[in-house]
């Protein structure tokens, strides 16, 4: 039998240098990747409230977005690290899935999101617009990110869907006054 001859101290000190190298590598990844996600932040809610996104679709978004950058460099972080290369691939798979489940959930509600972004930010729709949209005839009295309210010529409200409205033609028959308009431009 072959008698291997390991000096237990000397391994000690090589796997405290490679443990020592590997955290200080780790801890630089997370204060570039904190600057490099702030200055990503920055830029998105400028662009995004540049174009009128409402504040609250703004936040959400840079919220998604910023938990999937520390996702990515966590994962990129344990790649790096020895043994840690099966629990990256796990961790791959479970987030592949968690995507999906959610996508899939949430598809309606980001339909209307995505409509209500276009709605919310478009020059011919909007507070004190008459208009027919979504199968109603009226002025529309408040548009937001999931619903838009227009009240038609016998005073009824009708809450109409933002993803019944964007997909489709709808006819402007009057725009406001720009400085008696109630909400946005």
Do not use: C, Q
């Not at 520390?70 to 344990?78: E, G, K, S």
Request: aromatic share 10%.
């Amino acid at each position: 039998m072959l008698a291997l001859a390991i000096d237990p101290v000397s391994f000690f000190f090589d796997s405290l240098d490679y443990a020592l190298l590997s955290l200080l590598a780790a801890v630089i990844t997370l204060i570039v990747s904190y600057l490099i996600l702030k200055v990503l932040v920055s830029i998105v809610k400028h662009d995004l409230l540049r174009r009128r996104v409402p504040t609250a679709l703004v936040g959400m978004i840079t919220t998604v977005l910023g938990g999937m950058f520390w996702y990515f460099v966590i994962m990129a972080i344990l790649s790096n690290l020895p043994g840690y290369n099966e629990m990256v691939l796990g961790m791959g798979i479970i987030f592949a899935f968690f995507v999906l489940a959610i996508g899939l959930a949430l598809s309606g509600v980001l339909k209307e999101l995505v409509s209500g972004a276009f709605l919310v930010t478009d020059k011919d729709f909007g507070a004190g617009f008459r208009v027919k949209a979504g199968g109603v005839e009226g002025v529309v009295e408040s548009v937001d990110i999931r619903k838009s309210r227009i009240r038609d010529v016998t005073g009824n409200l009708h809450i109409v869907p933002n993803s019944n409205v964007e997909p489709t033609e709808w006819i402007v028959y009057d725009r406001p006054n720009p400085s008696t308009r109630l909400g946005g431009e």
